[in-house]
């Protein structure tokens, strides 16, 4: 009976955490197998609002992008959908409108220039 348990309070929690945009997510790897972990929460100026900055940057030199604004000022549309704000790209060092989805499995972030919108499915780091 107690494994019973442990095992549903285990699959609650885990259901809970990916029912939510909130955490550490990874994003996927450049070309040189760079990646960055970005922690998503309420935002500070307004915790309605939805960000994300750069919490950790693996293989690469550029330990100073940690800490800087990925995304911010996401509104919320339903529990699974934000827009209004703005993301950040790494690669290009450009800012575009942006959109975060959660899916069971991966937080889609996009940004968008009119209705054309490009972006990646990050996952949480195991």
Not at 110 to 119: H, K, N, R, S, T
Request: net charge negative; charged share 25%; hydrophobic share 40%.
């Amino acid at each position: 009976m107690k494994k019973l348990l442990a095992t549903a309070f285990i699959l609650t929690a885990t259901q809970a955490v990916a029912s939510e945009p909130y955490g550490v997510w990874q994003t996927i790897a450049d070309d040189s197998g760079a990646y960055l972990l970005v922690e998503v929460k309420p935002c500070e100026n307004d915790a309605a609002m939805l960000c994300g900055h750069v919490a950790e940057i693996h293989n690469s030199p550029h330990q100073e992008i940690v800490g800087r604004k990925v995304f911010w000022d996401l509104v919320t549309e339903d529990n699974k959908n934000w827009e209004g704000g703005t993301v950040w790209d790494a690669e290009t060092d450009k800012e575009y409108d942006a959109k975060v989805i959660l899916g069971k499995t991966a937080l889609r972030v996009e940004g968008c220039v009119g209705i054309f919108c490009d972006g990646q499915n990050w996952k949480r780091p195991k």
